[in-house]
């Protein structure tokens, strides 16, 4: 009996997961939605006249910040990771976002010494409700352009 009972209670709870997944299939292929399906890249770096990477991309409600660095002196962390997040945050404003609209975080440290470092500046810049975030220190040969930190991070187009 019991066992019966648990057979039910499993296929009424499938199929109420199904529905609410057609539900969602359903609401995500809606056109009036204002969320764009087209891909749109801004702020496009070139190399020899050739499209190399974009700044920003574009897609579905979301907006994808490439990597920035702080390519100059001194090169001290705290200094290196004001810079980047001064970046970000200008690169989240052209593609019409902004700090508290991001979602995910990636942090590349050329040294995990300099974690607690990045941490001190890192802290309350993204509103009451961080994001999430991954910090790695990168193996040898270090982050490009001799930047102590680079982030990238994806956010929320407002």
Avoid: W
């Amino acid at each position: 009996m019991q066992t019966q009972r648990r057979s039910v209670l499993k296929k009424l709870f499938a199929s109420i997961a199904g529905v609410a997944g057609f539900g969602a299939a359903a609401k995500a292929m809606d056109n009036t939605s204002p969320v764009n399906d087209e891909k749109e890249a801004g702020n496009i770096e070139y190399d020899q006249d050739v499209p190399l990477f974009s700044g920003h991309t574009k897609y579905g409600g979301l907006v994808y910040i490439a990597g920035k660095g702080a390519h100059v002196a001194p090169f001290e962390i705290k200094a290196h990771t004001e810079i980047v997040l001064k970046e970000m945050e200008a690169e989240l404003i052209k593609a019409g976002s902004s700090m508290d609209k991001v979602l995910k975080v990636n942090v590349y440290l050329n040294d995990i010494a300099d974690y607690k470092g990045m941490n001190e500046v890192f802290k309350g810049r993204f509103g009451p409700k961080p994001p999430v975030r991954t910090t790695v220190a990168v193996a040898k040969g270090g982050v490009p352009g001799d930047s102590l930190v680079e982030m990238d991070c994806i956010a929320i187009i407002n």
